[in-house]
């Protein structure tokens, strides 16, 4: 058989159905063919007002068939649903099916149905929640009421009957590769599927985004439309169905099928097994409709309506691959209180206030509850997903299948202190290092950022003799006290006790807010340091990130870091790259971000990315600074350096290698660089944007001449695209900066989605200054269908 019999459908002209309205039912109407797959549907007007439906069934369709069709219509009619279906006519005959003959000679069935009015799910956008909650629901009443229902002509072997999906997977040749090979796991979650503990029944079969009729006001379900697909089967198919529509078009396809179900969950509760199977079906149907949209492109190259739910479709299922293994299941049984691990997110929120330090703060005012992380995105238990755009930890993506295996093989094997020999210490040791500019030769692994400026605090007083440290205004180097007493982000912040006297701080070279701006704005800032330099018995170090992440992403003109490092030296002093934020790649064109200023340090510090999350940092320095501080007393550290660190590490450095993170960096970040001054062409708040590769900053100001901060801006417009579904935060001493630095698998797709959620909210709320145009979720989370 093949997927559908189309050779069959019928052909009968606006004209003919014209005569058949009106020999068979009386009535002289004009008629407009409506789009079908199987069937001819014409719709008959009086004038501007849609009164019919006449129904012209495929020459194969079984008369046993149509008769269950009327049947049922009758049933609903007389149940209590919510809902308004068609009204079946009788022919002047008194028949309600009556038998047509075409011009070829072939006999057709005629029936009339009444129009209801609505409008089409697909050409509503976007879909509130509330309007998808009402999808599930109005299908669960449509469900229940079903359970009353039967007829012989429902027991069939039906291609679109999830059940049989496998009638589809026939047509798999004709996709081509790479898509057929994605659809593969999708498939195979198919076969494995256990049918037994689903409920069965005669159910409706085809909740498509073109048979479900909403309001006029777009909130409410009215009707299915079309009982053609009606068959006996598991009950939930009917659900599956509706989600692999509802999902077409949505960014966040996975929150609008929980919406879905948490709508049909309350009227019809779902079973354990009914949440499991859910996701598998609604994916194979995806899959059927593809494969059976490829046998019918063949079939009748022309008919464009079968095309129409392929394009998307298959856009959905990419995205749906995407998605990491188990989460969509993970994300219904949550809806349906499956989950047993689930805490609310108030009492979680109540826990952290009783039993946490107080001084732990936490993210946005809403605080989001987050329990899964896949490559740049992160999803809360509620299902959203959110494109994360400042997790510079989750480097290579957040749970890389890579590094994970690497960790879960080494911790099964060995996880011990660094008194033993070991390949991964040595292989990681000699592969980090030459990644380094001589002398950088010589390695010592710790398990913080802190934990490497602390040591390389030690290591440049010891080689130095000296204690007096240098610094750049609103730098952040670490939590110890040591670290706070170098971090005038901590020491000039809220709680902090002032600049100690050990330490200078230099201004920041900033060279959009800063005292110098012009061309020779390097040697400007330079000369601070180097007058400091001169002015201080004792120096130990310049500590300095090599582009400022806490003082708001700056970035230092050209040649800055070389020459201060030279006068550090000249006056005795050791200079220190902190590279805790901004090290592995991160920079595109570089792989340490002080080799973007032509620059040497004595000392480089590294954290955060450089085992995607696994606690980890690293210090590397010179031969000659590693011998100073071998003074006989020993440096050990309990973990750093553990087989199982160095296992994460050196696959952090294997996967950005062998998939060109670094240049994935510079390519995309010139791109959304390139996005963010075309947007702040258009809107006065950006005074400035900056970058080098993913590390960038927008830089809010409410005047451009006189470049007032506009922190306040700043914060909400993180707060909207929290609310967008994009993570984002601010930084800088005016907290007027955003700062982006996503995992280094952004691409350019979350370029353009970052892109446009900006641009949306500024021009909202450059609009809402004016009047009262605001953005919703949901006009930012539905894509527009073809
Ligand atoms: N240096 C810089 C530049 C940092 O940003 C941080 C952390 N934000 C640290 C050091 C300290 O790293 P950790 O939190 O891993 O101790």
Redesign the pocket.
């Given at each position: 058989m093949t997927a559908a019999n189309l050779t069959h459908a019928p052909r009968f002209s606006a004209a003919d159905a014209q005569r058949l309205a009106q020999d068979f039912y009386g009535l002289s109407l004009a008629a407009e063919p409506l789009p079908s797959e199987r069937d001819q549907n014409f719709l008959l007007r009086d004038g501007a007002a849609a009164r019919f439906v006449l129904k012209i069934a495929n020459r194969d369709e079984a008369l046993e068939f149509l008769d269950l069709q009327n049947k049922l219509l009758r049933f609903l009619a007389g149940r209590d649903t919510g809902l308004e279906f068609p009204r079946l006519i009788a022919a002047r005959s008194g028949l309600e099916i009556m038998p047509v003959s075409a011009a070829d000679g072939s006999a057709h069935f005629v029936r009339l149905l009444t129009w209801v009015e609505g409008v089409c799910l697909a050409d509503i956008a976007p879909h509130s929640q509330e309007l998808l909650r009402s999808l599930g629901a109005a299908l669960a009443r449509l469900d229940n009421a079903l359970a009353g229902f039967t007829h012989p002509a429902a027991q069939r072997v039906f291609h679109w009957d999830l059940r049989h999906a496998s009638m589809a997977w026939q047509q798999l040749d004709l996709l081509p590769e790479p898509r057929r090979r994605m659809l593969q796991p999708f498939l195979d979650a198919w076969g494995e599927l256990d049918w037994s503990p689903l409920p069965s029944g005669v159910i409706y079969n085809d909740a498509n985004d073109y048979n479900v009729l909403v309001d006029a006001a777009g909130t409410r379900v009215v009707s299915f439309l079309d009982l053609g697909d009606v068959v006996h089967s598991a009950v939930i198919g009917d659900l599956a169905i509706a989600l692999a529509y509802a999902m077409l078009g949505k960014r966040d396809p996975i929150a609008a099928a929980a919406d879905v179900v948490a709508g049909y969950h309350q009227i019809r509760p779902l079973s354990e097994a009914e949440t499991d199977a859910l996701y598998t079906l609604a994916a194979a149907r995806l899959c059927a409709s593809v494969c059976h949209a490829a046998d019918q492109a063949r079939q009748a190259p022309h008919n464009s309506y079968l095309n129409i739910s392929n394009q998307p479709a298959w856009a959905l299922l990419e995205k749906l691959a995407d998605f990491p293994a188990g989460w969509p299941r993970e994300v219904f049984r949550r809806t349906c209180g499956y989950s047993c691990d689930a805490r609310s997110s108030a009492s979680l929120a109540e826990s952290r206030r009783r039993v946490l330090g107080p001084s732990l703060s936490i993210s946005y005012s809403r605080p989001l509850h987050i329990i899964r992380g896949w490559r740049q995105h992160l999803y809360d238990a509620g299902g959203r997903a959110y494109l994360d755009c400042v997790n510079n930890v989750a480097h290579v993506g957040h749970c890389h299948p890579r590094v994970n295996a690497a960790i879960a093989r080494q911790m099964d094997l060995l996880n011990t202190n660094t008194r033993y020999l070991h390949e991964h210490l040595a292989e990681y040791a000699e592969r980090l290092t030459a990644t380094l500019p001589e002398p950088l030769r010589v390695v010592f692994l710790v398990?913080?950022?802190?934990?490497?400026?602390e040591l390389a605090l030690r290591l440049a007083r010891a080689h130095t003799k000296g204690d007096k440290l240098l610094v750049l205004d609103a730098?952040?180097?670490?939590?110890?006290s040591a670290?706070v007493d170098i971090s005038p982000y901590k020491f000039n912040g809220p709680g902090g006790r002032g600049k100690p006297a050990h330490v200078e701080v230099m201004p920041l070279p900033d060279i959009y807010r800063g005292p110098y701006r012009g061309a020779d704005a390097a040697a400007r800032y330079a000369a601070h340091v180097a007058g400091a330099a001169r002015q201080t018995a004792g120096l130990a170090a310049f500590f300095a990130?090599s582009a400022s992440?806490?003082g708001g992403q700056v970035f230092f003109p050209r040649g800055y870091l070389a020459e201060a490092f030279a006068a550090v030296r000249a006056a005795g002093g050791v200079c220190v790259a902190?590279?805790?934020?901004?090290g592995f790649g991160r920079a595109g064109s570089h792989f340490w971000m002080f080799e973007t200023q032509g620059a040497v340090p004595d000392i480089v510090?590294m954290?955060?990315p450089i085992a995607n999350g696994h606690?980890m940092?690293a210090v590397v320095t010179t031969r000659e600074i590693a011998d100073s501080f071998a003074n006989g007393m020993e440096y050990f550290n309990t973990f750093g350096g553990n087989p199982v660190s160095c296992a994460a590490g050196l696959s952090v450095l294997d996967v950005i290698r062998d998939e060109g993170l670094q240049e994935h960096a510079r390519v995309t970040g010139d791109y959304l660089l390139a996005g963010l001054r075309e947007l702040s062409a258009r809107h006065e708040l950006i005074g400035d944007v900056r970058g080098c590769g993913l590390f960038l900053g927008i830089e809010l100001v409410r005047d451009r001449e006189t470049r007032e901060p506009a922190g306040q801006e700043a914060s909400r417009l993180v707060d909207r695209m929290k609310d967008l579904g994009v993570l984002l935060s601010t930084d800088g001493p005016h907290h007027n900066v955003i700062k982006i630095k996503p995992p280094l698998v952004f691409g350019q797709a979350d370029a353009d989605l970052l892109l446009e959620g900006l641009g949306s909210v500024l021009a909202g709320q450059a609009a809402q200054d004016s009047s009262s145009v605001s953005l919703t979720l949901q006009d930012f989370r539905s894509e527009p269908r073809q």
């Open positions: 398990c913080s950022g802190s934990e490497a400026n730098a952040y180097h670490g939590n110890t670290l990130e992440g806490c902190d590279e805790v934020q901004t510090t954290g955060k606690p940092g």
